[in-house]
């Protein structure tokens, strides 16, 4: 989380302006001052905040609980946040460490780290490992697979709201096989705080890495074909071209796998890695494609060769997890059966208002049942992601922030005009309002769980009045 000028206090408060503390995402797309930071040390002091909140005690009316600022959108923003990091950080490991109990501000880093010093692992990773268990659960981060998700393993989600009824802070669980656990997962924070969940465990998994540029059609020509040859995979669709910089995984067993290996520190290992290194040719690039940066990706194009890596799972999934650029992206799921359209619709709309300025990933990720999930198609196995990128290190001048939302919001029409359905991850840039999104989920079942007290502008816009 980045937070400047907050102290160690169970409330930090001030009024918006220059005195309050400033909040920024990952990608530095976002930015917002909040009224107020509440920061409780224990459970206690927790419930207690949620109730004041709730009788209307405090000049605040709503919260949000950031995970780790990952999220490029205004879902992070409101008046009032809770920061969880001053909660105890516990873990659990059952008997034999087949399962674990874990508290819920855990990043998934330390948490694989930590589960890897008993020879254990959860079945995936999604593209960032210093989000917070919570943050992941709350936005529905998926992993780069058809076949294994992240959630494979979560048996529960305890998180604390307040009790309309009685006004009383209250636990609640919602448990793998019940109904309600549709709205445990993608619950876009607006449930409550999630305080501590339950994984079941497996043994440490291992995979090889292979990195190479290839053809887009070797990929897409045969989905279930590419996703029989690897359990994670995903291209980076060089601009203007029909080729990709693929990076791919596939499990291997221990012995053949370096038990503690990891991506080298000394070549480029993938987008923002190779980008880095040519840095001075970029910085004044713009959210768009221009010549300068057009001739890097053609340069990689003929040069990056292949690059391979045995470790794992916690240092393989994904290769970019501890990224050194930054970028704000929109996360976008399409049926599999309009891929072909999808990549045509693309290079049209990007052919008349310019590409944008890194790769968009294309991968799959196998479907599920949460009731906000973006990722949820009824009768689909898995869909297809486009996740479209914009390196911020090089939005310097004035109006290149705004022109990212511009951009990708002249696509979302452009695609809605060609007819073509789709989806959008909550947590990145999106255009969603309370039509789409009453067509596209199953906000009805979800909405008895909402406690309006975590309901921002920004979901209010999307989901209506909580």
């Keep these: 989380m980045s937070v ?3 102290t160690d206090s ?6 918006a302006g220059a005195g309050a503390p400033l909040m920024e995402d990952w990608s530095k797309i976002v930015s917002f001052r909040p009224e107020a930071i509440f920061r409780p040390r224990d459970l206690d002091e927790l419930k207690a905040l949620l109730v004041r909140v709730h009788r209307g005690e405090l000049p605040q009316k709503r919260l949000r609980v950031p995970g780790s600022l990952h999220s490029c959108s205004a879902i992070c923003v409101s008046e009032a946040i809770l920061d969880v990091g001053g909660l105890p950080k516990t873990m659990e490991f059952e008997a034999g460490d087949g399962a674990v109990v874990v508290s819920a501000n855990w990043s998934l880093h330390e948490f694989l780290d930590e589960l890897g010093r008993r020879g254990k692992s ?4 999604g593209g960032t490992d210093h989000q917070t268990l919570a943050g992941l659960i709350s936005t529905g981060t998926a992993p780069a697979s058809s076949r294994h998700a992240l959630y494979d393993l979560l048996d529960w989600v305890e998180y604390v709201a307040v009790d309309p009824a009685s006004g009383e802070a209250v636990e609640r669980r919602l448990s793998r096989g019940e109904p309600a656990f549709g709205a445990a997962v993608c619950s876009l924070g607006a449930l409550g705080v ?10 440490q998994l291992y995979f ?6 290839v053809p887009l059609e070797e990929l897409f020509a045969d ?5 029989a040859t690897y359990d994670f995979w995903r291209v980076n669709w060089l601009p203007k071209t029909e080729k990709g910089l693929l990076w791919a995984a596939t499990r291997v067993p221990r012995e053949e796998a370096d038990p503690e290996g990891d991506y080298k520190t000394d070549q480029s290992e993938g987008i923002l890695d190779f980008l880095l290194n040519v840095w001075d040719r970029l910085t004044d690039s713009g959210p768009l494609l221009e010549t300068a940066t057009d001739l890097v990706y053609r340069v990689m194009a003929m040069a990056y060769g292949t690059k391979k890596a045995t470790g794992p799972l916690r240092n393989m999934l994904p290769v970019d997890r501890r990224a050194p650029l930054h970028v704000a992206m929109a996360e976008w799921s399409f049926d599999p059966a309009q891929l072909d359209r999808v990549l045509a619709e693309c290079t049209r709309y990007f052919g008349d208002h310019g590409w944008p300025n890194i790769p968009t990933e294309i991968e799959l990720t196998r479907t599920d049942q949460a009731f906000m999930s973006p990722w949820r198609w009824e009768g689909l196995p898995y869909i297809v992601k486009f996740n479209f990128m914009y390196l911020t290190e090089v939005l310097t001048r004035p109006g290149e922030k705004e022109a990212v939302h511009q951009h990708l ?3 979302w029409e452009h695609l809605e005009r060609a007819g073509i359905p789709f989806k959008a991850h909550w947590g990145k840039i999106n255009f969603l309002d309370p039509d789409f999104v009453r067509r596209n989920h199953r906000l009805d079942d979800f909405l008895p769980f909402v406690s309006p007290m975590f309901v921002n502008d920004y979901l209010r816009e999307r989901i209506g009045p909580a």
């Design 4 to 6: 400047q000028g907050v």
């Design 194 to 203: 999630i305080t501590r969940v339950g994984f079941r465990l497996v043994d």
């Design 409 to 411: 919001r002249g696509l």
């Design 10 to 15: 169970v409330v930090t408060a001030g009024a």
């Design 208 to 213: 090889k890495a292979v990195q190479k540029i």
């Design 223 to 227: 989905l279930d074909r590419t996703s």
């Design 122 to 125: 959860v079945t995936a990773t």
